[in-house]
């Protein structure tokens, strides 16, 4: 089998016969091409290989995760049952179990005004929630996760202005709970709210939030932000009872699922 002879490109880009001896300049030149493209190669392929797939990849798994209120089933996202290993006070475990799973709808009348306010910004999209009690059926907490309209550079624009502003310590900003009759959560309202965290995630349009009460439906004066009320010494009724840890625990839990279910360009450690 024979071939013909292969073509190059001279000064002028007009093609010519490869053939003869290459000056010095040309093989240095020739051989560096080689070696870049090779390296080129290489480091795509290395990133596919480790699962990184760039500012494309990350551009998917946003949009992905911006679609999972109506391609994933409930039961992925808020478990019947979620196991939280360490999640309570000094370390114990906690197991909470889902009493009711509100219809999934549009943000009106979710939230108060000034919290509904806040998240104008980035749109409502959907918005999902369901409420847990713990083991001893004496606490409840309400999770939800807001599913935006909003693109990577305003989910960063908000979870910065959260931090810069402390918003997410506000008691004028607690997000509502969702009470379901004939539940341990039938008397879960707003006044009933103890403790609270909002995570406003950047690489998925997604504010997941948590909300704690105790399930007598007693009102609460002295609401706390989870992470104080986490803190070591703390004194408050919401502190002493865990509220915080029941909010926190779960909100990290019920996040994790949901990245679970986008893949592994958006996972990392709560």
Known sequence: MSFARPE??????RPRPLGGRLRPQALAAAVCLV????????????????????DGGAGGAFAEA?????????DQLFPPTVNGQGAGPGGADRTWTRVAVAPDADCAAAFDRLLAKVLDP?????????????????????????FTKADAAAMTSLAKRFETEGLGGRDDLMPLPYAAKDTAAAGFGARQRAAWTVSVLTDAP?????????????TVDD????????????????????????AKGLADRVERALRKNVGPATEHPS
């Not at 190059?8 to 880009?13: N, S």
């Not at 980035?122 to 807001?146: E, N």
């Not at 932000?225 to 070591?232: L, R, T």
């Open 8 to 13: 190059g490109y001279d000064g002028l880009a």
């Open 35 to 54: 070696l870049g493209v090779g390296l080129l190669t290489g480091a795509v392929t290395g990133s596919w290989l480790a699962g990184d797939s760039g």
């Open 66 to 74: 911006g679609d999972l209120w109506h391609s994933v089933p409930v």
């Open 122 to 146: 980035v749109g409502c999209r959907r918005l999902l929630r369901a409420t847990y009690t713990d083991a001893t059926r004496s606490h409840v907490t309400t999770v939800g996760m807001l």
């Open 206 to 218: 997604v504010v997941v939030y948590a909300v704690s009460g105790w399930a007598d439906a007693r």
């Open 223 to 246: 609401p706390q932000p989870a992470g104080e009320a986490m803190e070591s010494g703390a004194t408050s009724a919401p502190a002493q009872a865990g509220l915080g840890h029941e």
